[in-house]
């Protein structure tokens, strides 16, 4: 007699994931093969698919504009679900999360007088973004950053020429992850889950789901954890991600070949 198939949860970064890298952070969209993939996921069986971002849960909506996806603003804090219904942080986290941007403004203020730095307000987090600056203005970015470090409640993570400042020290990818599977009441032990991602975010939620007997995919090689698979781009997700789920690429016809 046939097992019943194990129901999957696929999660999804979205920058640098299911979206190119670009200079302009507005100009970000879905990569084709990412939207393929997406909707060829949620068409699968009664499988969950979520795309899981730092952006705010608005920003998100708009760049994933697809029915059948869970889409988590703000590493987690925020969910919305295919059928609309959307699901926030507690007032209590929403409290201290006011606390601690308030200790943050002083030190926030000096980073626009670094040339090049750019500060990106998610409200649960804080992007710096420093693509344009020299290396001369590098020390003073440095020397901003580890006082920033140094806050009470705050977690500095790296990605590709940006800071991300989680304004409470437990919210991360790992944490949006945690919460999805809460949520769904689903049980990631099995090792249905699969997690994919690009920098040093995502590699906290890489190693949770690891750690359950799931898959991690790192796309570009950047998040560095014991234990992931490796991928250069999005069309090279799509590829791995297709042959794991035994679904055909439409381009070729084949299952992902």
Not at 152 to 159: A, F, H, Q, T
């Given at each position: ?39 060829d996921l949620s068409d699968q ?18 760049r994933v504009p697809l029915p ?126 699969l997690y994919a991602g690009d ?59």
């Open positions: 007699m046939t097992g019943r198939r194990l129901r999957r949860l696929w999660v999804f970064d979205f920058d640098g994931t299911l979206s190119p890298i670009v200079p302009d952070r507005d100009a970000a969209k879905l990569h084709p093969a990412g939207r393929d993939l997406l909707r069986h009664d499988d969950f698919v979520a795309v899981l971002s730092s952006r705010a849960l608005s920003d998100l909506i708009f059948k996806i869970f889409l988590g603003g703000g590493s987690g804090v925020e969910w919305k679900y295919p059928g609309g219904q959307r699901i926030g942080m507690t007032a209590g986290g929403k409290g201290r999360a006011e606390t601690a941007r308030r200790s943050l403004v002083p030190l926030l203020a000096e980073f626009p007088k670094v040339r090049g730095v750019e500060v990106e307000d998610k409200y649960w987090s804080l992007a710096i973004h420093h693509r344009k600056v020299s290396p001369a203005d590098k020390p003073a970015l440095e020397f901003l950053l580890s006082r920033l470090a140094s806050l009470p409640y705050v977690k500095l993570l790296s990605g590709p020429c940006v800071t991300e400042i989680q304004v409470l020290e437990e919210i991360d990818k790992s944490y949006g992850v945690e919460r999805i599977c809460r949520l769904l009441r689903y049980d990631p032990s099995r090792g249905g889950i920098d040093e975010n995502d590699a906290v939620a890489m190693r949770w789901v690891l750690a359950r007997k799931g898959t991690a995919i790192s796309v570009g090689g950047r998040a560095r954890v014991s234990g992931v698979r490796t991928v250069s781009g999005t069309a090279g997700l799509a590829r791995m991600v297709r042959r794991l789920a035994g679904i055909a690429d439409p381009h070729n016809g084949t299952v992902g070949s």
